[in-house]
């Protein structure tokens, strides 16, 4: 290197034969032609050395730059879903007011449900009634009498028939508003919200991982890898939307509210509950003690050891009658 004073220098890098990158990207030949005639630890000036290394340090930065490359076009795939799901969420911090997302949601969700009940634009001997009730009942806590609604209105049509069940889901959401007000209810639409998404982005994102290591497989099956990570990422993160709207209305429509006066109620009923597991770990806790006062203050006299019989020496005969002195018997 140079001198101290800031003046240009120049460094010299060392390589041994045995490293990797020599022994991978250049012949043993090479090696045993350069070194021949020459001492051991002696340095290894050559010309056509120099260039193998170069040649050598290109192929190995070409395939880096490739790696990097690939790293980067799947990482971009995560990072375009990444700003939507933020951008999402950075709508549901700043507003206050979410019910108008939660009314479309909502559509979307009961329409889907009932097309897979009621087909579009299909024969009425097509639709399970049935199956659309227990439905209704089981995922969203509606007990809507359809087959009775048929059975009084011939003219009940399908258009007709979606309106109503959408119409008498929206009312059955509305007294659960007027029970707990607007604003209690705003806020708790929001905080379902903003979990719900929060716990199914996680979970996405360790499919995206899953995905994308074992992705290179698709390779054997002559399919780009590329294009398959990305068709099935946006495949998942379509049913990463999905899940959302469906989870969301499915919480709030079993939601069950109640009033003020029932909530008191149920609180005092806690709070004395709790009252009396107090009064009696406190009367378990003063009868134990008292038991070890007790047998504290009686404490039981120590019993001597009496023999029946004299003790026996060492020396003298063993009274079993062997004739062997104690100590050997």
């Not at 060392?14 to 001492?39: H, W």
């Not at 049509?157 to 309106?163: C, F, I, K, N």
Request: net charge negative; proline share 2%.
């Amino acid at each position: 290197r140079s001198g101290r004073q800031g003046d240009a220098g120049s460094s010299r890098f060392y390589l041994s034969m045995e490293d990797t990158l020599l022994r991978i990207f250049t012949s043993d030949r090479m090696a045993s032609l350069i070194q021949s005639g020459m001492e051991e630890g002696e340095a290894i000036e050559s010309k056509m050395l120099s260039r193998s290394i170069e040649k050598a340090q290109r192929k190995v930065e070409g395939r880096n730059f490739d790696i990097r490359k690939q790293l980067l076009e799947y990482d971009d795939v995560a990072n375009d879903q990444r700003k939507v799901v933020y951008e999402l969420r950075d709508e549901l911090m700043s507003s206050d007011d979410i019910s108008e997302m939660i009314e479309h949601n909502r559509e979307d969700v009961f329409t889907s449900v009932i097309d897979e009940y009621i087909p579009p634009q299909s024969l009425e001997d097509m639709w399970d009634i049935a199956g659309l009730q227990d439905r209704l009942k089981n995922d969203f806590d509606l007990d809507f009498d359809i087959q009775g609604w048929l059975d009084e209105d011939d003219k009940l049509y399908e258009e007709a028939l979606r309106e109503r069940i959408l119409g008498m889901a929206v009312d059955s959401y509305k007294q659960k508003e007027e029970v707990v007000g607007a604003q209690v209810l705003r806020n708790f639409e929001k905080s379902v919200m903003l979990q719900t998404l929060d716990g199914l982005w996680k979970e996405h994102l360790a499919a995206m991982d899953h995905l994308r290591q074992g992705i290179h497989l698709r390779g054997y099956a002559q399919k780009n890898p590329k294009q398959e990570y990305k068709r099935e990422s946006f495949e998942l993160f379509e049913g990463l939307l999905d899940v959302l709207k469906t989870d969301v209305v499915t919480i709030l429509s079993k939601v069950r509210v109640q009033q003020q006066e029932e909530v008191e109620k149920m609180e005092a009923q806690r709070q004395a509950q709790a009252e009396e597991a107090a009064r009696r770990a406190q009367a378990q806790h003063a009868t134990a003690e008292n038991q070890l006062g007790d047998d504290e203050a009686e404490p039981a006299s120590p019993q001597t050891v009496v023999r029946d019989e004299r003790k026996v020496g060492r020396n003298e005969p063993c009274p079993c009658g062997s004739g062997k002195k104690y100590k050997q018997c």
